[in-house]
């Protein structure tokens, strides 16, 4: 197994320098490079490619939501773990839209931070607990707002098979853990996630997760 490429992006140079110390301790984990701000991830991006980028939000001149924006934009095969000290949902639900793939606080404690970077590496998606209970009453809460137009994605129709694709994926099960479940081949669960994706004009796994949640396809002990 080949170790995981990892770009580490923050603007404070002790807390970046502690993490890229934490993983580079790590077997399974090479830091490929540092950032700064978002402007410098996108090139750093562009020109080490790493498989998972740590991404700090709020930061100078490009914020780590502009630059996750910009990165799904120009390389949408690219994951990124939003690190941050900000439990606002708001961030929480621009980050998904924009196209992270993990969103933790900054004192999650080291062994979750590597394992959230492997589980996202291999197609995972990573919410930390008081941050998925947010999303779980704001979708309630507009799940109860009669006002709201219904979506296309509401009027879509799953297949069963697509149901129980996306039901896994709402728990954090990666495309080969998917596959095994069901007895299915990796490439028959990469064709489920597109179709997926086309019918509720979905963009990636994270903003899927979280349709699904607000669905009920996870239950309650999941969520």
């Known amino acids: 197994m080949e170790p995981v490429k990892v ?3 923050d603007d404070h140079a002790l807390f970046r320098r502690g993490i890229v110390t934490v993983l580079a301790n790590q077997e399974n984990i090479n830091v490929v490079g540092e950032a700064v701000n978002g402007l410098e991830a996108i090139e750093k991006t562009e020109e080490l490619k790493p498989d998972v980028i740590v991404m700090d939000l709020n930061m100078p001149h490009c ?3 502009e630059a996750t ?3 799904q934009a120009r390389l949408p095969r690219v994951n990124i773990l939003v690190l941050t000290v900000s439990d606002n949902e708001a961030d929480l639900f621009a980050a998904i839209k924009f196209g992270a793939t993990g969103y933790i606080l900054k004192n999650t404690e080291p062994e979750e931070l590597v394992q959230a970077i492997h589980h996202i590496a291999q197609g995972g998606v ?4 008081v941050m998925a209970s947010k999303l779980l009453t704001e979708f309630r809460n507009s799940s109860n707002d009669t006002k709201v137009k219904k979506s296309a994605d509401e009027e879509a129709t799953l297949s069963p ?3 129980e694709v996306l039901r896994l994926v709402a728990q954090g ?3 080969k853990e998917i596959a095994d479940s069901l007895f299915i081949s990796e490439n028959t669960v990469k064709t489920h996630l597109r179709n997926i994706m086309d019918k509720l004009h979905l963009a990636n796994r994270s903003q899927a997760a979280a349709y699904a949640v ?3 396809l996870v239950p309650s002990s999941d969520k």
């Open 126 to 129: 990573i919410i930390s607990p």
């Open 63 to 65: 914020s780590g939501l």
């Open 161 to 163: 098979r697509e149901d």
């Open 69 to 71: 924006q910009a990165l």
């Open 214 to 216: 607000k669905r009920g």
């Open 173 to 175: 099960a990666t495309n």
């Open 7 to 9: 770009l580490v992006v």
